[in-house]
């Protein structure tokens, strides 16, 4: 190990109060917690800690200027107790594209990795193994530095902490195509995971709520006319046999699942186009009966089918199909992911 984590272990553990057969999503939190701060130009030495409280100074930027990007991996136990990441490299990599867009400093991925393999390590009897459930892992670095001058923090903190889950959604989706609000705009920073992007999105979704939806399918921020993404997902839509996603771009977040579904789905013959889909068009094949899917992905919901889109005051049901692309591509991913079946991507890294 080239860096050097201290380990001060919880006295005693909170897990036997943990139903482990009916999780939530993101609502308890393992004993640990991973925590490295940056100061002076420069990141210090590591600790892993009990989870609980921090103390921040009130004028820490954070509070003032939103300076905070985070991410959303999951880690999985197999029969064996062997522990799983999926393609960890790829939220380093956007943790710190997201960190740049923000002026908060990159983490060195020495940090990152043995940070996280180590505190699995120290709570890895908190890794569920019931179907469907993963231990969510949220890496968040924010300005912990101090000043009501609004420019950037001298000081940041990065904290790895997870929490034991289960499904993100349950039941059937209904989403609203967004026709007002927009979640980015071009030259913006739609594309990185920072904290202000969904603070933003909870006033448009809420009202989305109150006329009985789950989630809002962004559109873009200048027409409203082309689908986007939804709230921490991307969109898939599937008409006759082609699979149609947005190209990312500066308002898209790039997902890790969206690329994994992508390539497992061309893998298998499917047709699949990036590119740009009005809604108009997602309409117009709901009319004439070739829109067959719309589901969305990410790592938090993997796959989630979408039961029903409202959009101008109508509602579109999408049909209940026994052999989805959905269905199909979920358990696929979520095979590699879990070590149920062979990974030829090399995709799956062992803890
Ligand atoms: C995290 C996120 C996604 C999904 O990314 P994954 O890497 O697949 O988890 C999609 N859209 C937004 C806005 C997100 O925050």
């Given at each position: ?9 919880i006295?005693?553990s909170?897990?036997?109060?943990v139903?482990?057969?009916?999780l939530?999503f993101?609502k ?14 420069s990141?210090?030495n590591?600790?892993?800690e009990?989870?609980g409280?921090?103390?921040l ?5 954070i509070?003032?200027?939103g300076?905070s990007v985070?991410?959303?991996m999951?880690a999985y136990?197999?029969?064996?107790e ?5 393609r ?6 956007r ?7 923000l002026?908060i ?5 020495d940090?990152?990795m043995e ?8 709570d ?5 193994t ?6 969510y892992?949220?890496p968040?670095i ?7 001058h ?11 902490a997870t929490a ?6 349950a039941?059937k ?6 026709e ?5 705009a071009?030259?913006?920073v739609g594309?990185?995971?920072?904290g202000?992007n969904?603070?933003a999105?909870?006033y448009?979704?809420q ?12 559109t873009d921020?200048?027409?409203h006319?082309?689908?986007e993404?939804?709230g921490?997902m ?5 008409i006759?046999?082609?699979l149609i996603t ?8 790039d997902?890790v699942?969206r690329k994994?579904?992508?390539q497992?789905a061309?893998?298998?013959g ?12 997602v309409?117009e094949?709901?009319?004439n009966?070739?829109?067959k899917e719309?589901?969305?992905a990410?790592?938090?919901?993997v ?11 109508t509602?579109?049901d999408?049909?209940e199909?026994?052999?989805s692309f959905a ?8 095979d590699?992911?879990?070590?149920k ?11």
């Amino acid at each position: 190990m080239s860096i050097h984590i201290q380990i001060q272990n919880i006295e005693n553990s909170r897990i036997d109060s943990v139903d482990f057969n009916n999780l939530s999503f993101g609502k308890v939190f393992s004993d640990h917690m991973f925590v490295c701060d940056y100061i002076n130009g420069s990141w210090q030495n590591p600790t892993i800690e009990p989870y609980g409280p921090i103390t921040l100074s009130p004028s820490a930027k954070i509070f003032h200027y939103g300076q905070s990007v985070f991410e959303g991996m999951k880690a999985y136990k197999d029969a064996d107790e062997n522990v799983f990441l999926f393609r960890p490299d790829e939220n380093w990599k956007r943790l710190n594209i997201s960190s740049s867009r923000l002026m908060i400093p990159e983490v060195p991925e020495d940090i990152f990795m043995e940070g996280l393999k180590k505190l699995l390590e120290v709570d890895k009897a908190w890794i569920p193994t019931s179907d469907g459930s993963s231990l969510y892992i949220r890496p968040f670095i924010f300005a912990s530095g101090e000043g009501f001058h609004a420019s950037p923090a001298d000081n940041y903190r990065l904290i790895i902490a997870t929490a034991p889950s289960g499904a993100y959604f349950a039941g059937k989706v209904r989403v609203a195509i967004e026709e007002k609000y927009a979640r980015a705009a071009n030259g913006g920073v739609g594309f990185a995971k920072a904290g202000g992007n969904y603070a933003a999105q909870f006033y448009p979704t809420q009202l989305a709520i109150e006329k009985g939806y789950h989630q809002v399918i962004w559109t873009d921020d200048n027409t409203h006319e082309y689908i986007e993404e939804a709230g921490a997902m991307n969109v898939f839509i599937r008409i006759n046999d082609t699979l149609i996603t947005s190209p990312t771009n500066d308002r898209i977040l790039d997902g890790v699942t969206r690329k994994s579904v992508i390539q497992i789905a061309q893998d298998q013959g499917i047709s699949v186009e990036v590119r740009k889909i009005s809604v108009s068009e997602v309409i117009e094949a709901a009319k004439n009966g070739s829109l067959k899917e719309i589901f969305g992905a990410g790592t938090a919901a993997v796959i989630s089918p979408i039961a029903t889109f409202g959009y101008q005051g109508t509602d579109y049901d999408l049909p209940e199909l026994t052999e989805s692309f959905a269905a199909t591509l979920k358990r696929q991913i979520t095979d590699i992911q879990t070590n149920k079946t062979h990974d030829p991507y090399g995709w799956r890294v062992q803890v």
